[in-house]
């Protein structure tokens, strides 16, 4: 029997196998994670970077606590589990945090977000090595993404060239935070995802705290005195951290690697635009192509054809 359909109706049989809600949960991530970018360059050109991470951290663990005992979810980790959680931290979390945050104090906030989102190209080189098949279509929208980031990277190729050591470091980042993607779809915990993400963030506390105790901390170096530096902090505790890092873990772990990757390839727009419109960058040509690739990898990959039946 043969139906006409609107072009809506045609628009939803293309939507992937995502919920409504994993849409919205999308959405957050990406508009939360997104905005971070300039707030922690904002932040950082006024407390040293490492410090500032660490106590963005020590307030997500605190809330992701509150949290837990609001909603009755245990943080204790089985024994059998616990070297799981300990690698997968040291991948998806320490590496990503520790050079990420390095990074942002040599680049500008946007051009930082644009090589940490290189990170889908290593979550799909990740799955290979541990033997997963990656669709052509899969790598049509890597190819997409690749193309928007180096469309915005070259207006930037001058000072990313003057600061070589800040890309290098935003792209090991970029490489750990793939590899921890692939890896978390993997190798699943079984936990809650709060009570995962608590425990990576609490490994990655420790050693964000001695890497900012060994190479920043000095008698002269206090707590924030003003609020121009708690808000940032308050906003990567509470949101970055306490909401959009377990959001992801979740979705990292519900999702396939290159759909949850692709996924958020808005997100470096968001940093790019919205770096743009609180720090005073001019939008060039190829921002605005980059954003019309980004959104065509991730229609890409989340957009599938529907079946003839």
């Keep these: 029997m043969s139906s006409s359909l609107s072009p809506f109706s045609t628009l939803k049989l293309y939507l992937p196998p ?3 809600r994993q849409w919205r949960l999308l959405a957050v ?3 939360i994670w997104g905005f971070n970018w300039p707030v922690m360059k904002y932040a950082i050109n ?3 970077p490492l410090s500032f991470r660490f106590l963005s951290m020590l307030g997500g663990v605190v809330v992701m606590q509150m949290a837990a005992r609001w909603m009755k979810i245990p943080l204790q ?3 059998g589990q616990r070297l799981k959680l300990f690698l997968l931290a040291m991948v998806n979390m320490v590496g990503w945090h520790v050079f990420c945050v390095l990074a942002v104090a040599e680049l500008s906030s946007g051009r930082a977000a644009i090589l940490g989102y290189t990170m889908p190209v290593w979550a799909v080189m990740s799955g290979l090595f541990l033997g997963q098949r990656i669709s052509i279509r899969a790598w049509i929208g890597v190819g997409f993404a690749v193309g928007g980031i180096f469309l915005l990277l070259g207006s930037e190729l001058s000072s990313i060239a003057g600061r070589p050591l800040g890309a290098v470091y935003m792209l090991i980042a970029a490489i750990c935070w793939g590899m921890g993607t692939a890896l978390i779809r993997r190798f699943p915990t079984g936990l809650h995802p709060l009570a995962a993400t608590h425990a990576m ?4 506390l420790f050693v964000m705290g001695v890497a900012a105790w060994h190479i920043e901390w000095t008698a002269d170096l206090g707590l924030p005195h003003d609020f121009k530096l708690w808000w940032p902090i308050v906003y990567n505790a509470v949101l970055v951290i306490g909401v959009a890092h377990v959001l992801w ?6 999702l396939p690697p290159v759909a949850s990757s ?3 390839m808005l997100i470096p727009v968001v940093g790019v635009f919205s770096g743009m419109l609180w720090l005073g960058e001019t939008p060039h040509w190829q921002d605005y192509a980059a954003l019309c690739l980004i959104l065509t990898a991730m229609g890409t990959v989340l957009l599938v054809r529907p079946s003839n039946r």
Excluded at 249 to 254: D, E, N, R, V
């Design 18 to 20: 995502l919920s409504v």
């Design 29 to 31: 991530i990406t508009a």
């Design 46 to 48: 006024q407390y040293p």
């Design 77 to 79: 980790v089985p024994a």
């Design 201 to 204: 963030m609490c490994i990655t």
């Design 249 to 254: 873990i979740g979705m990292a772990a519900s």
């Design 262 to 264: 692709i996924s958020i």
